[in-house]
Nanobody
Framework: QVHVVESGGGLVQPGGSLRLSCAAS????????IGWFRQAPGKEREGVTC????????YYADSVKGRFTISRDNAKNMVLLQMNSLKPEDTAVYYC?????????????????????????WGQGTQVTVSS
C-alpha cells in the first residue's frame, strides 16, 4: 500500500513562516500528483496547492498565491510546502495527498488535482496554528 506522511506543523506568529514536508512511499509509478489540502474547524477540506511530476504544472488557491510555494526535494524524495507571511486564517490541519498518474496525463493540477476526489492516498494531517 501507499503511505503518505506529512510533518512540520506547529505554532507560528502572524507574518511568520513554516515549512511542511510530505513523504510518500510505495508508488509503482514514476508519475504522480501531490496536493496539499487544509481543513479548519467546522469547515470543509479545501485545496491549497498541487504539483504534477509529469509536466511540472502547479496550482495555487487564490488565498495562498504569492505566499505559499510547493517544490520537490529530490535528494530526500519529498515534496515541500513553504508557507510565508502566514495569517491567522491559515490556521488548519494540513493534509498531503498523493495520486499516481498515467504518464500521458497532462494538466492534472488544472483539473482533478484541485479536488479531494482527485487523490487516492492521504496523510494523517499536521496542525498549523497562526496566532500571536
Amino acid at each position: 500500500q501507499v503511505h503518505v506522511v506529512e510533518s512540520g506543523g506547529g505554532l507560528v506568529q502572524p507574518g511568520g513562516s513554516l515549512r511542511l514536508s510530505c513523504a510518500a512511499s510505495g508508488f509503482t509509478s514514476d508519475y504522480y500528483a501531490i496536493g496539499w489540502f487544509r481543513q479548519a474547524p467546522g469547515k470543509e477540506r479545501e485545496g491549497v496547492t498541487c504539483l504534477s511530476s509529469g509536466d511540472g504544472s502547479t496550482y495555487y488557491a487564490d488565498s495562498v498565491k504569492g505566499r505559499f510555494t510547493i517544490s520537490r526535494d529530490n535528494a530526500k524524495n519529498m515534496v515541500l510546502l513553504q508557507m510565508n507571511s502566514l495569517k491567522p486564517e491559515d490556521t488548519a490541519v494540513y493534509y498531503c495527498a498523493a495520486q499516481p498518474l498515467h504518464p500521458q496525463v497532462y494538466y492534472y493540477c488544472s483539473g482533478y488535482g484541485r479536488s479531494r476526489s482527485g487523490y487516492e492516498w492521504w496523510g494523517q494531517g499536521t496542525q498549523v496554528t497562526v496566532s500571536s
